[in-house]
T-cell receptor, first 112, second 117 residues
């Protein structure tokens, strides 16, 4: 079962920052948080992951709270092509047998 | 980097036939591959996990005799849907994780849309 909670949907204006929240209050000390997105009729695309420090790459930034019970994915300048379902996932299982279990995600709609 | 290729991208076949879907990691070696299915407007559901050279581990409720998984090399896994019926119609997506530390992300193929008539 998924161990994360996300809003069902969010809207964002093109060019503005999109901030997607995720709650993972039962996360364990050595579990990473992963973010993926799925554009219609395609496979999920990896965005970013982190353990406890904030992370940034060419796609997005990941802010993880100090207690690690929640995180926020930030798309700094959203474009229409960022419209997708965004999944926040805490990988389950023991080391070597870990797998990604998807929840329902957040449907982000970027509008002109 | 980290490209996963899935073939075919879509297939239509008659009820009762078997269908094989291939998943390849193009630029990395994948010790572990995963197979998911997705129904319209639903999230991905994990079907099974396979490690190279080992039998696949199936999730609860997934029939292993119905969905045959082979992971014979570090770059190829196959899913065969045996004696397919209309209820097997779905979007099947594979994923692969490379050799290395366990926190490496999984990378996904673009999926195979299977329609059984």
């Amino acid at each position: 079962d998924a161990k994360t909670t996300q809003p069902t949907s969010m809207d964002c204006a093109e060019g503005r920052a999109a901030n997607l929240p995720c709650n993972h209050s039962t996360i364990s000390g050595n579990e990473y948080v992963y973010w993926y997105r799925q554009i219609h009729s395609q496979g999920p695309q990896y965005i970013i992951h982190g353990l406890k420090n904030n992370e940034t790459n060419e796609m997005a930034s990941l802010i993880i709270t100090e207690d690690r019970k929640s995180s926020t994915l930030i798309l700094p300048h959203a474009t229409l092509r960022d419209t997708a379902v965004y999944y926040c996932i805490v990988r389950v299982g023991n080391t070597g047998f870990q797998k990604l279990v998807f929840g329902t995600g957040t449907r982000l709609l970027v509008s002109p | 980097g980290a490209v996963v290729s899935q073939h075919p991208s879509w297939v239509i076949c008659k009820s009762g036939t078997s269908v094989k879907i291939e998943c390849r990691s193009l630029d990395f070696q994948a010790t572990t591959m995963f197979w998911y299915r997705q129904f319209p407007k639903k999230s991905l559901m994990l079907m099974a996990t396979s490690n190279e050279g080992s039998k696949a581990t199936y999730e609860q409720g997934v029939e292993k005799d119905k969905f045959l998984i082979n992971h014979a090399s570090l770059t190829l896994s196959t899913l065969t849907v045996t004696s397919a019926h209309p209820e097997d119609s779905s979007f099947y997506i594979c994923s692969a994780r490379g050799v290395g530390t366990s926190n490496q992300p999984q990378h996904f193929g673009d999926g195979t849309r299977l329609s059984i008539l």
